[in-house]
């Protein structure tokens, strides 16, 4: 988060102010004091000072939002980052018939708040949203940060900071206990992972829950996923886990050669990503946007950069860890079924089948039938959900039955 010198001063954040666990306060490197950046916990130091939105603001805020996503051929999305004001604005919209699209939802969790109260709070919440475009039943864990900002949790040093590896947002042991602790509940679990020691210590506390409580269906879900050791990619199918990559970001570009490569060095840079590795282990991959840090978030533009590993503009023709690419079927599948899978849908959508509810999109291509680099070219002509068209082309003419 960036933050001016009023937002800093109002919230009593000077130079002789520690870093929070979890987080850091960057600061100018003469004289000490901060420079506007929050990285990761830091930025709870000015939540009292920063003004709420408005209920209006939330509602208009989720309607434009459903608009963008039903014109870019999405019907359903998973909100990882719910609080009480987030809810309460879907629920308006949802009593309303307002909503136009599936929404899942997953509540944050902090370490430092207890889990037994945390987890009344999301089985509380469970209760009480059961309308059948919003529901939330899932919970949501930062493990560590993110590698532009010094803050993934890695196995090896940074490049750029020898001995440096960070820390993770929940000490390992408190992670284990609290996997255990939801998993017992039946509550799935959302991580944010970056880091390759990150993914090491989720998977651990995973499988503690999973000596404790037995095997379940609690289809856990693993987001980002830019570092992983080609082992515990193979832990991932054994604790039955469900990979959420974003293939948006399986490129070359400015973010690689001016953060990637002199963060992690260059051996760690090229391997960014696996995707086909985990579809090789039989790992069930459910691929997302991490919208809004993504836009636009269009699902035809991740499909091919995932099937090329190249940009949509290319500006360089390396491929980013050529050897991950994955073919065209699994990432339609990857953005379908599986993702009606990962939130407990798949026997009312994900795929065309009698029976089912009709969230069914129209493009006016065939993908398989045009060049792998035109993909993202394609136009969604038709959106429909539940049978209900929610978007049509200005030029599209087609009938439906």
């Given at each position: 988060m960036w933050v001016n010198s009023v937002t800093l001063e109002r919230a009593q954040i000077t130079k002789d102010t520690p870093d929070p666990d979890g987080g850091r306060i960057e600061r100018d490197p003469e004289t000490g004091q901060p420079s506007g950046t929050l990285r990761e916990t830091a930025f709870k130091l000015i939540e009292g000072v920063i003004p709420d939105h408005s209920m209006e603001e939330l509602k208009n805020a989720l309607l434009a939002y459903q608009e963008m996503a039903n014109r870019a051929g999405i019907t359903m999305s998973h909100d990882a980052m719910l609080d009480a004001q987030a809810i309460a604005a879907f629920n308006a919209l949802a009593e309303k018939d307002q909503l136009k699209m599936r929404f899942r939802g997953a509540i944050a969790l902090e370490p430092e708040q207890g889990i037994k109260r945390q987890i009344e709070t999301v089985l509380k919440e469970r209760t009480k949203n059961i309308h059948p475009y919003f529901q939330t039943r899932a919970a949501k864990i930062f493990v560590d940060g993110v590698v532009e900002g010094g803050t993934a949790y890695l196995l090896e040093p940074y490049e750029h900071k020898p001995e440096f590896l960070w820390k993770p947002i929940w000490?390992?042991?408190?992670?284990?206990?609290?996997?255990?602790?939801?998993?017992?509940?039946?509550?799935?679990?959302?991580?944010?992972?970056?880091?390759?020691?990150?993914?090491?210590?989720?998977?651990?506390?995973?499988?503690?829950?999973?000596?404790?409580?037995?095997?379940?269906?609690?289809?856990?879900?693993?987001?980002?996923?830019?570092?992983?050791?080609?082992?515990?990619?193979?832990?991932?199918?054994?604790?039955?886990?469900?990979?959420?990559?974003?293939?948006?970001?399986?490129?070359?570009?400015?973010?690689?050669?001016?953060?990637?490569?002199?963060?992690?060095?260059?051996?760690?840079?090229?391997?960014?990503?696996?995707?086909?590795?985990?579809?090789?282990?039989?790992?069930?991959?459910?691929?997302?946007?991490?919208?809004?840090?993504?836009?636009?978030?269009?699902?035809?533009?991740?499909?091919?950069?995932?099937?090329?590993?190249?940009?949509?503009?290319?500006?360089?023709?390396?491929?980013?860890?050529?050897?991950e690419r994955a073919s065209l079927e699994d990432l339609i599948t990857s953005f379908t079924y599986n993702g009606a899978y990962a939130n407990f849908l798949e026997n009312e959508t994900g795929s065309i089948e009698v029976g089912k509810q009709a969230d069914i999109i129209v493009l006016d291509q065939n993908l398989f039938e045009i060049p792998g680099n035109e993909i993202a070219k394609t136009k969604v002509l038709l959106t429909l959900v539940d049978g209900v068209e929610v978007f049509r082309a200005s030029d599209f003419n087609g009938l439906y039955q």
């Open positions: 000490d390992p042991e408190i992670l284990k206990d609290a996997c255990v602790a939801l998993d017992g509940e039946n509550i799935q679990i959302h991580f944010h992972v970056i880091g390759d020691a990150a993914a090491r210590i989720t998977l651990d506390a995973l499988e503690s829950a999973h000596k404790a409580n037995g095997s379940r269906d609690s289809r856990h879900l693993i987001t980002h996923l830019q570092l992983v050791e080609p082992e515990d990619i193979e832990r991932f199918k054994q604790l039955e886990v469900i990979g959420v990559p974003q293939p948006f970001w399986f490129k070359i570009d400015d973010y690689y050669s001016e953060l990637a490569l002199p963060y992690l060095g260059k051996e760690r840079a090229a391997k960014q990503y696996p995707m086909q590795s985990f579809i090789d282990a039989g790992v069930i991959i459910a691929s997302a946007s991490d919208f809004p840090v993504t836009i636009p978030f269009d699902p035809l533009i991740a499909i091919q950069i995932g099937t090329t590993r190249l940009g949509i503009v290319e500006t360089t023709e390396e491929v980013l860890y050529p050897e």
